[in-house]
């Protein structure tokens, strides 16, 4: 056959795809430990994407569809991996007091699967601006008054959700704890 690859002729297209996909990856995994330039980058995309809905003055289901995939994924970096609910049917449940088993809280959407989402969430419907057959004509404020109920209705179930289960999903960096007095202070060499 043509242009297969067990005869070694590669088209170049084909070369051309693999080689932007080897190029975008390697960029992608060295932006991993970047996370607040990252957020930035996303933020700056964001803002270049409401200015362009703006001015255009149109393109409100789009960005309402934009709105319920972004409060969804929120959703997903909120939860924890295994649900409380389930788990507790299975027997095992998160700790409730000192003594029960450490369990860290894992994310059903990692931090970086979260960024990469929303950001070619919002690369996607900015393309979407320009093509003026998906600028249905709606009355813009019923649907962000929808969403900010739907917003609002998610997040008291989220949240009763975390306070029925006792986890808290987010992660403030490390913790420190420091002693009133040091062993170096008491008197007593150290070897």
């Known amino acids: 056959m043509e242009g297969s690859e067990n005869d070694g002729g590669v088209t170049p297209i084909a070369k051309w795809k693999s080689d932007f996909s080897r190029t975008f990856q390697y960029y992608l995994d060295r932006s ?83 960024w990469y ?15 003026s057959m998906l600028d249905v004509p709606v009355f813009w404020p019923i649907l962000l008054c929808y969403w900010i109920f739907l917003f609002f209705l998610t997040m008291k179930r989220q949240i009763l959700h975390m306070v029925k289960y006792k986890y808290v999903p987010f992660d403030l960096g490390k913790q420190r704890y420091t002693n009133k007095k040091s062993a170096s202070s008491s008197g007593t060499p150290r070897n």
């Open 32 to 114: 991993t430990p970047h996370t607040t330039e990252r957020w930035l980058g996303t933020l700056a995309v964001a803002i270049i994407y409401v200015l362009r809905v703006y001015y255009v003055q149109g393109f409100y289901v789009i960005s309402y569809g934009l709105g319920i995939y972004v409060l969804n994924l929120l959703i997903g970096f909120l939860s924890p991996k295994v649900d409380p609910e389930l788990e507790a049917l299975d027997g095992a449940s998160l700790p409730t007091k000192d003594s029960d088993e450490f369990k860290p809280f894992i994310r059903r959407l990692p931090e970086f699967k979260f």
């Open 117 to 131: 989402a929303i950001t070619k969430a919002f690369v996607v419907a900015f393309v979407l601006t320009f093509f």
